[in-house]
C-alpha cells in the first residue's frame, strides 16, 4: 500500500517538475524575444535620429553657403 502511494505521489510530483520546466523555458524564451525586440527598436531609434540630425546639418550648412555667397557678391 505505502509503497503503490509513494509511485503515485512520484509520478504527479514528476509530472508537476516537468510543467515547471516548461513554464520556466516558455518564461526565458519571452524574455528573450522582448529583448530582442527592443535592442532593434534601439537600433532603428538611433539611426533615425542621425538620419534626421544630418539631415538637419545639411540643410543648414546649404544656408550658411548660400548666406556667404550672397555677403561677398
Known sequence: ELQRRFTEMEAEYN????ERRIEREARQAAENEMQLKIRAALLLQSLWRSYR???A???AQQKSKG????EKT
Open 57 to 59: 546639418l545639411r540643410k
Open 53 to 55: 540630425c544630418r539631415k
Open 67 to 70: 548666406k556667404g555667397k550672397k
Open 15 to 18: 509530472f508537476i517538475m516537468e
